[in-house]
């Protein structure tokens, strides 16, 4: 079975800094993949930056990138010039290859304040 | 740009009473999922077709809850009765195959609340 965790449930951020997400997983499978979702108010919830687990190198989206630590089971979501449009709940999520569902930790709230 | 749809956005219903909603996937997306998330949490898989078939439907409640996808595309959840419980944002999603490195894409949900 597939855990997620997210030990930071609200995270603030000054506009325009760098702000790091944390996420830890455990998984049994040796192919999955790891996911960032954002939920905005109101709002779908949308894809903001996806990581293969069997690629060393992090994923990187814009001003979106992961620190990916296979062996410590850890992956980070960095957000850099954060913008008031980045105000979200943000879940870490991961999916093994064989199983698509996608398993979601608790999320963290990310407000930016101007 | 192609959206997953679903209706209503919002149900008050009392407890006791059925509903159901309604979700159509983005065109040509074989994969459809129907999560639940209660306030506060991250969301969780309720069933997972593929076209019309069910692929997991584990963590469904099958004593109140049925979900069907007769011709592979759109899906209906329906709760009968429902339970004061079972207030919480019920979100579908839909994905091209059922890989794991497929992007799933997910509607704006229905907040269902309980009375």
């Known amino acids: 079975a597939q855990t997620v965790t997210q030990s930071q449930p609200e995270m603030s951020v000054q506009e325009a800094e760098t702000v790091t997400l944390s996420c830890t997983y455990d998984?049994?499978?040796?192919?999955?993949?790891l996911f960032w979702y954002k939920q905005p108010p109101s709002r779908q919830m949308i894809l903001v930056i996806r990581?293969?687990?069997?690629?060393?190198q992090n994923a990187t989206e814009n001003r979106f990138s992961v620190n990916f630590q296979k062996a410590a089971k850890s992956f980070s979501l960095k957000i850099s010039d954060s913008q008031l449009g980045d105000a979200a709940m943000y879940f870490c999520?991961?999916?093994?290859?064989?199983?698509?569902?996608?398993?979601f930790g608790q999320g963290t709230r990310l407000t930016i304040n101007p | 740009e192609a959206e997953v749809a679903q209706s209503p956005r919002y149900k008050i219903t009392e407890k006791s009473q059925a509903v159901a909603f309604w979700c159509d996937p983005i065109?040509?997306?074989?994969?459809l999922y129907w999560y639940r998330q209660i306030l506060g949490q991250g969301p969780e898989l309720l069933v997972q077709?593929?076209?019309?078939?069910?692929?997991?439907d584990s963590q469904l409640p099958k004593d109140r809850f049925s979900a069907e996808r007769l011709k592979g595309v759109d899906s209906t959840l329906k709760i009968q009765p429902a339970e004061l419980g079972d207030s919480a944002m019920y979100l579908c999603?839909?994905?091209?195959?059922?890989?794991?490195?497929?992007?799933?894409?997910f509607g704006a949900g229905t907040r269902l609340s309980v009375l």
């Open positions: 999603a839909s994905s091209f195959s059922t890989r794991g490195k497929n992007i799933q894409y």
């Open positions: 998984t049994s499978e040796s192919d999955y993949y």
């Open positions: 990581q293969e687990a069997y690629k060393q």
């Open positions: 999520a991961s999916a093994s290859q064989g199983a698509q569902k996608l398993v």
């Open positions: 065109s040509g997306h074989a994969t």
């Open positions: 077709f593929q076209d019309e078939s069910v692929v997991d």
